[in-house]
C-alpha cells in the first residue's frame, strides 16, 4: 500500500472544494486498513476514511492527517434459505451497484435506495434511506476494524444503534471503526404496497399496478432525476441539510401560523418537518448566495456553482440555518460531515 502526498481533496469530493490532504492511501483490503492505520498512529497523524465523497465538505486548507480511500471490493452470498439470502459487500463498492446487482438476483429490500451516491461502506454510518426503506431494515452485520482494540470485529444490527439517519458512527463512536464489509440480509419476495407516498403518486400517475423490483428501481431513479442535481454536472453533496425531527410543543404556533405545515408523526412524541419546505417557506428557493444555489426542485440540495471556498459554503449554510430558526424556531442541521 502506498501513501501519497498533497492530494487535492476536491477531486474527491463531490462538492468539489477542499485541499490537500497531507497523507492519502488506496485502501484494497483488510490488510491495507491496518497498515493505514498503523501508519498514521506511527506518525501521530489523525485517519478519515473517505468513500465516494458523496456527503462530506473537505476544507480549504486540506487535511492534515491520513485520508484512508475506501476501494475494499466483494460481493458475495453467504447465507440463503427459502425466504431470504444474505450477501456480503466490501466497503469500497459503489451503492448503486450493489442495488442493481441485488434486483437482478431477484432479491428486495433495497431497490427504493436506488440512485443514491456512495459507497456500501458509508451506508451504515447514516443510516441511509430513502423511499421507505433504510439499511437497517436489511442489514444483517458489519465487519470493521476497531481501532480502540485494534482487532476486527463483527457488530450486529442492533449494536450499530441505527436510529433516524443516524448510528454509533456518527455519533458516540465517531471515528472508532473503520468499516470493511457489510451484510444485507435480502428478501425474496416481491415488491408490495402500501409504498411510500411519492413513490405511490409516480405509480398512479403512469397507470402502473404490476410491481417488480425493476419497476421501483426506474420509478425511484425517475423521481430522482427529475428533483435532485447531477453532481457530475452541478456539484453538491444531496441534501445538505437534515430533515427537522421536532416535539410536538414547539408546532403550536407554527401550525396556527402555516395550516399547511407537512409533518409526518413519528410515533413516540415526535414529528418529522421536511426541512426542504422550511428553507423554502423561508424565501430561499432557487437563490445564489456566496456562490452556492439553492436548488429550485428540492431546497435541501445546496450546488455549489461559483463557492471562492469553503467559508462561501459556511457563509451560505448559516444564512439559511439562521432564517429558518428566525422564521420557525427550528434549529436544522447540516447533514454531511465535514473531513478536519
Ligand atoms: P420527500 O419524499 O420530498 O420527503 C420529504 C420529507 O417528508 C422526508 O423527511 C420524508 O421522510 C418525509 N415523508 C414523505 N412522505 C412520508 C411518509 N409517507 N411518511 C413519513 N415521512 C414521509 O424527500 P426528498 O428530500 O425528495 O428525499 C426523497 C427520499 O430520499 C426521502 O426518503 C429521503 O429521506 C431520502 N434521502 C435520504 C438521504 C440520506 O439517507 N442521507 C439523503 C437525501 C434524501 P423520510 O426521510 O423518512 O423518507
Redesign the pocket.
Same mark, same amino acid.
Given at each position: 500500500m502506498d501513501i501519497h502526498a498533497d492530494i487535492p481533496l476536491k477531486n474527491f469530493t463531490t462538492f468539489k472544494l477542499g485541499g490537500p490532504a497531507k497523507a492519502f492511501a488506496e485502501i484494497h483490503s483488510a490488510q491495507d486498513v491496518v497498515q493505514a492505520y498503523q501508519y498514521a498512529k506511527a506518525n501521530q497523524l489523525p485517519f478519515f476514511v473517505l468513500g465516494g465523497g458523496s +456527503?462530506v465538505i473537505a476544507h480549504d486548507e486540506g487535511y492534515t492527517g491520513l485520508i484512508m480511500h475506501m476501494r475494499i471490493a466483494g460481493f458475495e452470498v453467504v447465507a440463503d434459505d427459502s425466504f431470504s439470502t444474505t450477501i456480503k459487500i466490501g466497503a469500497g463498492e459503489a451503492w448503486d451497484s450493489v442495488v442493481q446487482r441485488a434486483i437482478q438476483m431477484r432479491l428486495a429490500g433495497i431497490e427504493a435506495m436506488s440512485g443514491i451516491p456512495g459507497t456500501a461502506g458509508a451506508a451504515p454510518v447514516?443510516n441511509?434511506?430513502?423511499?421507505g426503506q433504510e439499511i437497517a431494515d436489511t442489514l444483517q452485520s458489519v465487519d470493521a476494524y476497531d481501532t480502540q482494540t485494534e482487532t476486527f470485529v463483527t457488530l450486529t444490527s442492533e449494536q450499530c444503534g441505527f436510529s433516524y439517519?443516524n448510528s454509533i458512527f456518527r455519533s458516540s463512536d465517531m471515528g472508532r471503526y473503520i468499516i470493511i464489509s457489510i451484510s444485507l440480509r435480502l428478501s425474496k419476495s416481491a415488491p408490495q404496497p402500501p409504498f411510500?407516498?411519492?413513490l405511490q403518486k409516480y405509480f398512479d400517475d403512469h397507470k402502473i399496478t404490476i410491481y417488480t423490483l425493476e419497476i421501483v428501481r426506474n420509478a425511484v431513479l425517475d423521481i430522482r432525476t427529475s428533483?435532485l442535481p447531477d453532481p457530475k454536472i452541478l456539484p453538491n453533496a444531496?441534501?445538505f441539510f437534515k +430533515?427537522a425531527i421536532v416535539e410536538d410543543w414547539q408546532l403550536t404556533d407554527i401550525r396556527a401560523q402555516y395550516p399547511n405545515l =407537512?409533518l409526518?408523526d413519528m410515533g413516540d412524541g415526535h414529528f418529522?418537518v =421536511?426541512t426542504?419546505w422550511l428553507i423554502e417557506q423561508a424565501g430561499f428557493k432557487g437563490k445564489l448566495l456566496h456562490g452556492i444555489r439553492v436548488n429550485d426542485k +428540492?431546497s435541501?440540495v445546496l450546488i455549489n456553482e461559483a463557492a471562492t471556498g469553503y467559508g462561501d459554503l459556511a457563509a451560505a449554510r448559516d444564512e439559511i440555518i439562521g432564517a429558518v430558526r428566525d422564521t420557525f424556531r427550528i434549529q436544522i442541521e447540516q447533514?454531511p460531515l465535514e473531513i478536519s
Amino acid at each position: 500500500m502506498d501513501i501519497h502526498a498533497d492530494i487535492p481533496l476536491k477531486n474527491f469530493t463531490t462538492f468539489k472544494l477542499g485541499g490537500p490532504a497531507k497523507a492519502f492511501a488506496e485502501i484494497h483490503s483488510a490488510q491495507d486498513v491496518v497498515q493505514a492505520y498503523q501508519y498514521a498512529k506511527a506518525n501521530q497523524l489523525p485517519f478519515f476514511v473517505l468513500g465516494g465523497g458523496s +456527503n462530506v465538505i473537505a476544507h480549504d486548507e486540506g487535511y492534515t492527517g491520513l485520508i484512508m480511500h475506501m476501494r475494499i471490493a466483494g460481493f458475495e452470498v453467504v447465507a440463503d434459505d427459502s425466504f431470504s439470502t444474505t450477501i456480503k459487500i466490501g466497503a469500497g463498492e459503489a451503492w448503486d451497484s450493489v442495488v442493481q446487482r441485488a434486483i437482478q438476483m431477484r432479491l428486495a429490500g433495497i431497490e427504493a435506495m436506488s440512485g443514491i451516491p456512495g459507497t456500501a461502506g458509508a451506508a451504515p454510518v447514516q443510516n441511509v434511506g430513502a423511499y421507505g426503506q433504510e439499511i437497517a431494515d436489511t442489514l444483517q452485520s458489519v465487519d470493521a476494524y476497531d481501532t480502540q482494540t485494534e482487532t476486527f470485529v463483527t457488530l450486529t444490527s442492533e449494536q450499530c444503534g441505527f436510529s433516524y439517519r443516524n448510528s454509533i458512527f456518527r455519533s458516540s463512536d465517531m471515528g472508532r471503526y473503520i468499516i470493511i464489509s457489510i451484510s444485507l440480509r435480502l428478501s425474496k419476495s416481491a415488491p408490495q404496497p402500501p409504498f411510500y407516498d411519492s413513490l405511490q403518486k409516480y405509480f398512479d400517475d403512469h397507470k402502473i399496478t404490476i410491481y417488480t423490483l425493476e419497476i421501483v428501481r426506474n420509478a425511484v431513479l425517475d423521481i430522482r432525476t427529475s428533483k435532485l442535481p447531477d453532481p457530475k454536472i452541478l456539484p453538491n453533496a444531496g441534501s445538505f441539510f437534515k +430533515n427537522a425531527i421536532v416535539e410536538d410543543w414547539q408546532l403550536t404556533d407554527i401550525r396556527a401560523q402555516y395550516p399547511n405545515l =407537512p409533518l409526518f408523526d413519528m410515533g413516540d412524541g415526535h414529528f418529522k418537518v =421536511p426541512t426542504g419546505w422550511l428553507i423554502e417557506q423561508a424565501g430561499f428557493k432557487g437563490k445564489l448566495l456566496h456562490g452556492i444555489r439553492v436548488n429550485d426542485k +428540492n431546497s435541501l440540495v445546496l450546488i455549489n456553482e461559483a463557492a471562492t471556498g469553503y467559508g462561501d459554503l459556511a457563509a451560505a449554510r448559516d444564512e439559511i440555518i439562521g432564517a429558518v430558526r428566525d422564521t420557525f424556531r427550528i434549529q436544522i442541521e447540516q447533514e454531511p460531515l465535514e473531513i478536519s
